[in-house]
């Protein structure tokens, strides 16, 4: 009994919180990616800022023929600026269904995409997304995204 309380005092008087997962945790975490999305196709940098972590970081996964990967490294500040530089539904990026995964402050989500720019299909892939909950909101920390010109589902609507 007394290792508890002394256990109890320790975690009361120090900085260690225990946050519980919200029933609105995946509503929000829906909000931020399609958030994203939106800003990016309204080319307005000012959407998608806010959404990352200050530690975030991007890469892409090229797919060149059948079975060779490229790693690209990526930048989440140049991104922003590439989104701020395009033209107002330059960059269209069309979701299909979202799979989230959440545990004690940490998400993770994985969402089919086709990529269309300046109204010409791109590429296609799966964007996966690492989000933390961090000053009381869900701050995207990691993208990676697979590109392709292969078994691209071309039918996803636009929802801009």
Known sequence: MK???????ILLNSNFTIRAQSA???ENIINAI???FTGMFASDSSLVYPLFHEEASMKSIVMEGAAESVVQQ?????????VANSKPGALDERLGE??????????QVWVPYVFYYEGKFSHCGT??????????SWKILHVTDTRS????????????
Do not use: P, W
């Not at 290792?3 to 005092?9: A, E, M, T």
């Not at 990526?74 to 590439?82: C, D, P, V, W």
């Not at 979202?98 to 940490?106: D, F, H, L, P």
């Not at 078994?151 to 929802?159: F, G, K, L």
């Open 127 to 136: 964007n996966a997304f690492h989000l933390i909950f961090s000053n009381n």
């Open 149 to 160: 010109l292969q078994n691209c589902q071309t039918n996803i609507e636009n929802d801009n």
């Open 3 to 9: 290792k508890f309380v002394f256990i109890l005092l």
């Open 24 to 26: 609105n945790d995946e």
């Open 74 to 82: 990526g930048n989440y500040k140049s991104f922003i600026s590439r």
């Open 98 to 107: 979202m799979s989230i995964m959440i545990t004690e402050g940490m998400a």
């Open 34 to 36: 399609n958030q994203l």
